[in-house]
C-alpha cells in the first residue's frame, strides 16, 4: 500500500512541476522576460599591417590579431555597445549589437591602437544603422596598421 501512495505522490509532484514550468514559460514569452531583444546589428572588422601604409589591404600583408575592436551608439551617447570583440589570427572579428525595438541609430566603429603601431586608415567609421538596412548583406569594417618607426 505504501508504494501505492509512494508512486500517487511522485506523480501528483511530477504533475504539479511540468504545469509551473509550463506557466512560467508561457508568462517568460508573453512578458518578453530576460531581456529579449527584438533586433540585432551584424558587422565585421578586419584588421591587418599596412606595410605599405596606403590604408588598403595588399597582397602579402599579414593580418594583425588581438586587436580590440569597439562600438559606440553616438546616437544615444552609450559607449561600448557590442559584445567584446577582438581579432582572431586571421584578423578578422564579427561584430554583434542588440537593437531593443528595432530603433534607428548611428554607430560609431573603431579600433583600439595597439601598441607600437599607427593608424592608417580612418580610426573610426561611422555606420547608420536602420532596420530596412539590417536585411543587407552583412559590412566588413577595415582597419590598417603600420608600425611606429
Same mark, same amino acid.
Given at each position: ?14 504533475t ?18 530576460g531581456?529579449?531583444v ?10 591587418w599591417?599596412?606595410? %605599405? &601604409?596606403d590604408?588598403?589591404? =595588399?597582397k ?5 590579431? !588581438?586587436?580590440?575592436?569597439? /562600438? ?17 589570427? %586571421? &584578423?578578422?572579428v564579427?561584430? =554583434? ?6 530603433? !534607428?541609430?548611428?554607430?560609431e /566603429? ?17 555606420? %547608420? ?20 618607426k
Amino acid at each position: 500500500m505504501s508504494k501505492v501512495i509512494e508512486f500517487l505522490l511522485g506523480s501528483i509532484l511530477i504533475t504539479i512541476l511540468s504545469i509551473a514550468l509550463m506557466v512560467f514559460s508561457a508568462l517568460h514569452y508573453i512578458l518578453k522576460a530576460g531581456n529579449i531583444v527584438d533586433c540585432a546589428w551584424h558587422g565585421s572588422a578586419r584588421t591587418w599591417i599596412d606595410s %605599405n &601604409g596606403d590604408g588598403l589591404v =595588399n597582397k602579402g600583408e599579414l593580418p594583425l590579431r !588581438d586587436v580590440e575592436i569597439h /562600438i559606440d551608439d553616438v546616437q544615444n551617447r552609450l559607449i561600448d555597445v557590442g559584445w567584446p570583440a577582438t581579432t582572431n589570427q %586571421n &584578423g578578422d572579428v564579427e561584430l =554583434n549589437v542588440p537593437m531593443p525595438k528595432c530603433s !534607428d541609430t548611428v554607430f560609431e /566603429i573603431y579600433a583600439r591602437t595597439p601598441e607600437g603601431y599607427r593608424n592608417t586608415t580612418m580610426p573610426r567609421i561611422e555606420v %547608420n544603422w536602420d532596420f530596412w538596412g539590417s536585411l543587407s548583406p552583412q559590412s566588413i569594417y577595415y582597419f590598417g596598421f603600420v608600425t611606429n618607426k
